[in-house]
C-alpha cells in the first residue's frame, strides 16, 4: 500500500523552531518527487517547499524563504519540514504530497499533521 | 508567484450537474490539476493534465481548458461530492506550485 505519514506537528511559541517527518511507504520514494502543503484555518491550500527525488532542486513559497528548509533522507524514505522563525500565520495543517511521476499533480496525500503558532 | 483565482462557492442540486472554474497566467503554460478535499480530510487528486481522472475517482468528474481558463465538471452531483475543490498548476516560472483559493461546492 502507498502511504504518507507526516509527524512533528505540535503547539509552538512565536519565533520558535519545529521539524515535520514525513514517512512514504510502498513505493519507489528516491525516484519521486516531493512537496509540503498546508492549509490555514479558513484559507486555501499553500504548497510551501518542493524538492526533487534527488534532493538537489528545491523551491519555497515566498511567505517561507529563509525560515523554512525542505530536505530528504532516501535511505530512510523520509521529507523533513525543518520551520524556524514561526508566525502566528504559518498554524495550518501540514501535508505531504508525491508528486505523480511528471505530471504536474500530487497523487498521494498524507493526512496532515498540525502546526499550531501561538503564544 | 502566479496567481489561480475560484469562486469562493457554488451550490447545486443533487443530480444536476455543476462547474467550477479557475482563471490564472500559468494555465496557458500548464495544465490545471484538480483536488477535492472534504472536512478533517487530505486533498484527494481528481482531475490531472486537464481532463484525465485517477484510478478510483468516478466518471462524473471531468476536466477541461482554454487558454488561461481550467474548468471541473461533476455530471449528477452526488451528496458525497460536498466538499472544497482547489485547482492547481505549475508557477508560470517553472518554480514552485500554486493553488487557487478553493471553492466550496454545496449540494443542495
Known amino acids: 500500500e502507498v502511504l504518507l505519514v507526516e509527524s512533528g506537528g505540535t503547539l509552538v511559541r512565536p519565533g520558535g523552531s519545529l521539524r515535520l517527518s514525513c514517512a512514504a511507504s510502498?513505493?519507489?520514494?528516491?525516484?519521486?518527487?516531493m512537496t509540503w502543503v498546508r492549509r490555514a484555518p479558513g484559507r486555501g491550500l499553500e504548497s510551501v517547499a518542493y524538492i526533487s527525488g534527488g534532493g538537489g532542486t528545491t523551491y519555497y513559497a515566498e511567505s517561507v524563504k529563509g525560515r523554512f528548509s525542505i530536505s530528504r533522507d532516501n535511505a530512510k524514505n523520509s521529507v523533513y519540514l525543518q520551520m524556524n522563525s514561526l508566525r502566528d500565520e504559518d498554524t495550518a495543517t501540514y501535508f505531504c504530497?508525491?508528486?505523480?511521476?511528471?505530471?504536474?499533480?500530487?497523487?498521494?496525500w498524507g493526512q496532515g499533521t498540525v502546526v499550531t503558532v501561538s503564544s | 508567484s502566479s496567481e489561480l483565482t475560484q469562486a469562493p462557492a457554488v451550490s447545486v442540486a443533487l443530480g444536476q450537474t455543476v462547474t467550477i472554474t479557475c482563471q490564472g497566467d500559468s494555465l496557458r503554460l500548464y495544465y490545471a490539476t484538480w483536488y477535492q478535499q472534504k472536512p478533517g480530510q487530505a486533498p484527494v487528486l481528481v482531475i490531472y493534465?486537464?481532463?484525465n481522472r485517477p484510478s478510483g475517482i468516478p466518471e462524473r468528474f471531468s476536466g477541461s481548458s482554454s487558454g488561461d481558463r481550467a474548468s471541473l465538471t461533476i455530471t449528477g452531483a452526488l451528496a458525497e461530492d460536498e466538499a472544497d475543490y482547489f485547482c492547481g498548476s505549475r508557477d508560470s516560472d517553472g518554480s514552485n506550485w500554486v493553488f487557487g483559493g478553493g471553492t466550496k461546492l454545496t449540494v443542495l
Open positions: 504530497a508525491r508528486r505523480s511521476g511528471t505530471y504536474y499533480a500530487f497523487d498521494i
Open positions: 510502498g513505493f519507489t520514494f528516491s525516484g519521486s518527487d
Open positions: 493534465t486537464k481532463h
